[in-house]
């Protein structure tokens, strides 16, 4: 049937036979709601019929629940598993005197075998949770009727030995129970945990000491090992494996711990075998779980340390404490090679490596302090300089134990950084070999001249690893160079011949390593810097050999900052470095010119100190120096002038005006475009700013004539040359000058007009400014713009 177009109306039987097929199907729409409505009405309990909103039918929003189904019934079952277990403990501790042994042995037996029987019932009617409730109450009420059979049948036995056997039996007993009804998850963890009692529980009953409670809790860590390395099955089970795993190493630990202790307690080799045997059989253990264990290496590096002490132990008491560090980090080097040993398991290896690390980090540090603290005596010699009060060999502590302490672990650094591609290791190889080869001299009570000897060879040779080894030994090197050469040095101070000898052959060596073209910058930077202190040291000592004030030593000071100049270029890259600590030098030379205060020799070392500056600043690329030479020709001129009693200002201004006059006029040529003000203002605003204050308080009047001459040259120099700084500067001097020597006559003239005379003169002058306001408006702009358009 052909619909027509939309707009146009349907025929009349058309329609009538659409509004018949709309009526049939909400018949047929109402009869199916209407028969599912009784359905549902019929049903016993009705469920709430969500509709589009998330509202039940009745209109009202549902509520979320508070608590899911399985927590809280969980709460409900341990909240009734503790109410029993506190009932339990209640009757067994206060009821049970009032029974006899017959009905105490029929509660006991009823009430125990129920609790550990309903869990099979209730796990096959699907009831897990609450029979792990009723299974944890069985479990307590075991305890208790432990405690039950020890207060009535054996109550003469030893707590702690009863106890002992009793957690024996309980863990069987809960390890059976757990095997008859695996599907329970508590029993068999409780039964691990109690299993960690019974030796350590029985060595303390047999008072075996703390080497046997040592082994009770070794032999308990390693059962507890075997059950989770050995029985199949276990590790697939967390309850299980995590507690014996965590009991393990707990108990391991201790024992570990407690044979450490005793070794350490033990006064000879006999005392020491019986915990060195406890410490190899733990070490034996660790490695064992590691070697089974993957993810163990921590075992592995307990069982190390362990053995270590192990075989130490029996050795320490028969010798002195240093001798005693060597020992064990003898016996802990061969640990190293575990890293080449590719049989052994990877946690092994690494356990093992780092074990003895541990063990040669330990025992270098306890070398290295005391090493350290020694060196650091020397700094007495600063308190009595060229006294020679070197210590006598005693002073100086342990002895070569030390140093052969620091070269092993050198040795076992570096034999690290050649099998490990590491930078790290070869640093502390450096260090530690620089530290006992320059200790070991010192310790072992060598004469000062032998010492001395020893200690700059060692110097030069960490000189030269500076230059040879890569960036990070190298550096390492260079660092353990200076702080060598600085503590050298502090004892050199002790006696002149050693001042003078190792000043300068340390200032030598820093010098051929800053000429060193392939040493590293850095190096080459901190040798050069190294090489001018020594030069100004070997100076000052030169001062003070030749009897001079420490004031004077200044003047032979300065010759090191002028042979730093003098080198210039030569100095190739270090030359900046160098250059600066040539100028450090130069500072120091003037504040002990200062010091005391006497002006002829602070203006001498000013204008040596400028000297050297300007010659510097010969070169281009020091052209900057030559305002340093210029201030201090300057602090030299005023202090000479201070010392002879000049008082005239133009004394002291001019020799900075026409310096700086100098300089204008010079760049004036080179550059054109540079404003007056920077070339000519403060060379001129340096002298006529002083004098004119000096000239207003001059009674006389040679410097007013002197000064107004001067600023009437300056400004028609400026007004001939179209500068403005002199032209401003000049004509306001000039007009200060013309007031000042005008004012007096001005206060007479105002003196002797009438009162009157002054405002009306004020008024006459406003009327003509403003008669003629526009033309004097007209010349202010003329004169604006040919004031613009000075330079």
């Known amino acids: 049937m052909a619909t027509p177009p939309p707009g146009m109306p349907l025929p009349p039987d058309h329609e009538l036979a659409l509004i018949d097929r709309e009526l049939a199907q909400l018949d047929a729409r109402r009869t199916y709601l209407l028969s599912r409505r009784d359905w549902l009405l019929r049903l ?29 019934q969980n709460v409900l079952l341990t909240l009734g598993a503790v109410l029993l277990a506190v009932a339990a403990l209640a009757f067994t501790l206060v009821s049970w005197g009032s029974l006899g042994i017959a009905g105490r042995s029929a509660v006991l037996a009823v009430v125990t075998a129920a609790a550990l029987g309903a869990p099979a019932l209730l796990l096959r009617r699907g009831l897990r949770s609450t029979a792990e409730s009723v299974a944890a109450v069985g479990l307590l009420l075991t305890v208790l009727d432990a405690y039950a059979v020890y207060a009535v049948a054996t109550p003469g036995t030893g707590g702690t030995a009863y106890a002992a056997g009793a957690a024996a039996v309980l863990a069987a007993l809960w390890a059976g129970y757990a095997r008859t009804l695996p599907r329970l998850v508590v029993p068999l963890p409780a039964a691990v945990l109690t299993a960690q009692l019974p030796l350590p529980l029985a060595a303390v009953a047999a008072a075996a000491g703390p080497v046997g409670t040592g082994w009770a809790l070794l032999a308990t860590a390693a059962l507890d090992a075997a059950l989770v390395l050995l029985v199949p099955g276990v590790r697939a089970r967390p309850t299980v494996s995590g507690p014996a795993a965590v ?55 307990a069982g190390g340390l362990a053995g270590v002490a192990a075989l130490g132990g029996p050795l320490r008491p028969g010798l002195p404490r240093d001798w005693a560090v060597v020992v064990f980090l003898l016996l802990a080097l061969p640990l190293l090679a575990a890293v080449r040993a590719r049989a052994l398991p990877a946690a092994v290896r690494r356990g093992l490596a780092r074990a003895g690390a541990g063990v040669a980090a330990l025992a270098a540090l306890s ?51 050649r099998v490990l591609p590491r930078p790290e290791p070869g640093v502390l190889a450096v260090v530690l070999g620089w530290a006992a080869l320059f200790t070991a001299p010192l310790l072992c009570g060598l004469p000062v001249a032998a010492v001395f000897a020893a200690q700059l060879a060692v110097t030069a040779a960490a000189g030269v690893c500076a230059v040879r080894l890569g960036r990070g030994p190298g550096y390492a090197a260079a660092v353990c160079a200076l702080v060598g050469a600085l503590n050298l040095s502090v004892a050199a101070l002790d006696g002149r011949t050693a001042t003078f000898a190792v000043f300068g052959l ?52 300065l010759a090191v900052p002028a042979a730093v100049a003098a080198a210039g270029p030569r100095l190739g890259r270090v030359r900046l470095p160098a250059e600066i600590a040539a100028g450090a030098v130069g500072a120091v030379a003037l504040l002990l010119a200062s010091w005391p205060w006497e002006p002829a020799r602070a203006a001498l070392v000013c204008a040596l100190a400028g000297v050297v500056c300007a010659g510097a600043a010969v070169r281009a690329e020091r052209r900057g120096l030559g305002w340093a030479a210029g201030a201090l020709f300057l602090a030299a001129t005023w202090i000479r002038l201070s010392a002879s009693g000049v008082q005239v200002p133009e004394a002291y201004t001019l020799p900075v005006t026409l310096p700086a006059l100098a300089v204008g006029f010079v760049r004036r040529r080179r550059d054109a475009r540079a404003s007056s003000w920077t070339a000519y203002g403060p060379g001129l605003g340096a002298t006529l700013l002083p004098s004119l204050l000096a000239a207003w308080g001059d009674p006389h009047w040679l410097r007013p004539l002197l000064l107004g001459t001067a600023a009437l040259a300056v400004t028609l120099l400026g007004a001939h040359r179209r500068l403005q700084a002199p032209l401003l500067l000049g004509g306001a001097t000039l007009a200060a000058v013309a007031l000042h020597e005008l004012a ?24 003509v400014v403003g008669a003629t306001y526009e033309r004097r408006l007209r010349d202010a702009r003329r004169l604006r713009d040919a004031f613009g358009r000075l330079r």
């Open 44 to 72: 016993p309990a009705p469920a709430p019929v969500p509709n589009g909103w998330g509202v039940r039918a009745t209109g009202f929003p549902a509520r979320p629940k508070e608590a899911s189904g399985p927590g809280a």
């Open 247 to 301: 009991s393990a190493a707990v108990l391991g630990a201790a024992a570990l711990l407690t044979g450490l202790a005793e070794l350490v307690r033990a006064g000879s080799a006999g005392a020491a075998a019986g915990p060195a045997l406890l410490l190899a059989a733990g070490a034996v253990l660790g490695v064992g779980v590691a070697w089974r264990e993957p993810s163990a290496m921590a075992a592995s590096v």
């Open 367 to 417: 070398a290295l302090l005391p090493a350290v603290v020694w060196l650091g005596l020397r700094v007495r010699v600063l308190g009595e300089v060229w006294a020679a009060t070197t210590p006598a060999r005693e002073a100086y502590g342990p002895g070569p134990a030390a140093a052969v302490t620091l070269l092993a672990a050198a040795a076992a650094a570096g034999w690290t950084a």
């Open 506 to 557: 340390l200032g030598a060596g820093c010098a051929a390593v800053a000429a060193r073209r392939p040493a590293p910058l850095p190096v080459r930077a901190g040798a050069a810097v190294a090489a001018v202190g020594y030069a100004a040291a070997v100076t000052a000592a030169l001062g003070a050999l030749w009897g001079l004030a420490v004031s004077w030593w200044s003047l032979p000071l």
């Open 744 to 767: 007096p006559y001005v206060v007479q003239v105002a003196d002797a007009l009438p009162r009157w005379l002054p405002p009306a003169l004020a008024g006459l002058l406003l009327l």
